[in-house]
């Protein structure tokens, strides 16, 4: 038997040995595991088995393949920066967030030049966004030392997703998608390519992203699923979210196109009056840490999942922005 590749070990000893894990698999642990055993530990602590790395079935194995085994297109479309590349040749720059400045290292002096609404995020991680309304109202100081706390991290430590260590880390300045609500919703497009046959796609909505955040899944013709993607996010009953876009075949065909190349991607995006903007190209949400009821969707939606995965050649002459200075980006960018 060998732990690191394969571990096929009976349902009962894995459920133990999760439980005396559970409370004890810390970072410091983690740190001084051998890389198998940190994969595997990871791995059983959030689904209650051992994952198959040799011959990955499920979504979540595949998930936790591309974590341990990155490629190195999931590094340059993970960076939010150099993806925006890929998604004005794929399906045009109209689609991209208007960004207004991108560094590697913030002053206070550098908020003078941004206008007066704004999302400051990184390129390099999830969960690390900022929603300025009126810049007046906020303390500079406390926004520069929040973005370089945010540079200092390295996210790819924090859930065992590799490619995200390759990103060199940028804060980014992004024109605020803000209604009257606050953000819009989120459509989050999951888009399987299987070996043979048609695309699969599901789309996930979360709404109230900082406030009472709902979950909606839908079909690509809008009806439910037969399934739930986690057990912590209640359904939303707002109409706004129950009924569909009215540009949601135009969506659909975005995430399609930009997750062609791929077995599987998740396509963020957002509808903002009346248009549709890319937030964000993902390659192991969640990492791989969300559950599937009833369970056996985790195999069904595995095997709609491309495998194994190819490399993708980069596009010619890609599009950097960064050094230390702050950059005019709108201008870089073109």
């Known amino acids: ?22 409370y004890s698999l810390t970072s410091s642990v983690v740190e001084v ?32 393949h591309r974590m341990r085994y990155p490629l190195p297109h999931f590094s340059r479309l993970a960076d939010k920066v150099l993806a925006r590349e890929y998604i004005g040749a794929t399906v045009g720059e109209r689609f991209n967030v208007p960004l207004y400045a991108a560094a590697e290292l913030l002053t206070a002096s550098q908020f003078e030049h941004l206008p007066d609404s704004f999302v400051m995020k990184t390129n390099n991680s999830s969960g690390s966004v900022r929603i300025v309304p009126d810049k007046s109202k906020e303390d500079v100081s406390e926004l520069t030392a929040l973005g370089n706390a945010w540079l200092r991290e390295d996210f790819s430590r924090r859930r065992g997703e590799r490619h995200y260590k390759a990103i060199r880390p940028q804060v980014l300045f992004e024109q ?24 699969f796609l599901f789309i996930q909505v979360i709404n109230g992203r900082f406030g009472r955040m709902t979950q909606n899944l839908f079909s690509e013709d809008w009806q439910g699923l037969p399934f739930r993607l986690g057990d912590k996010l209640s359904p939303s009953t707002d109409a706004q979210v129950t009924r ?19 077995g599987y991607a998740r396509v963020d995006m957002y509808v903002y009056e009346g248009r549709i903007y890319v937030g964000e190209i993902t390659f192991t949400p969640g990492a791989g840490a969300f559950k599937l009821y009833p369970e056996e969707w985790d195999r069904k939606l595995g095997a709609l999942f491309r495998w194994p995965e190819l490399p993708v050649p980069p596009q010619d002459a890609p599009v950097v922005v960064r050094g230390g200075r702050f950059h005019d980006a709108v201008n870089e960018l073109g």
């Open 33 to 64: 595991l051998p890389e198998w055993a940190e994969y595997q530990l990871r791995y059983l602590k959030r689904h209650g088995r051992f994952c198959s790395f040799s011959n990955p079935q499920s979504l979540t194995e595949k998930l936790h």
């Open 1 to 22: 038997m060998h732990w690191g590749v394969d571990m096929d070990i009976a349902g009962k000893f894995a459920e133990k040995l999760m439980n005396a894990m559970r």
């Open 176 to 199: 605020a998608l803000l209604t009257a609500d606050g953000p819009p919703a989120d459509y989050k497009v999951h888009v399987f390519n299987p070996a043979e046959g048609e695309s």
């Open 244 to 262: 569909p876009p009215a540009v949601l075949a135009e969506l659909l065909d975005v995430a399609r196109r930009l997750a062609q190349p791929f």
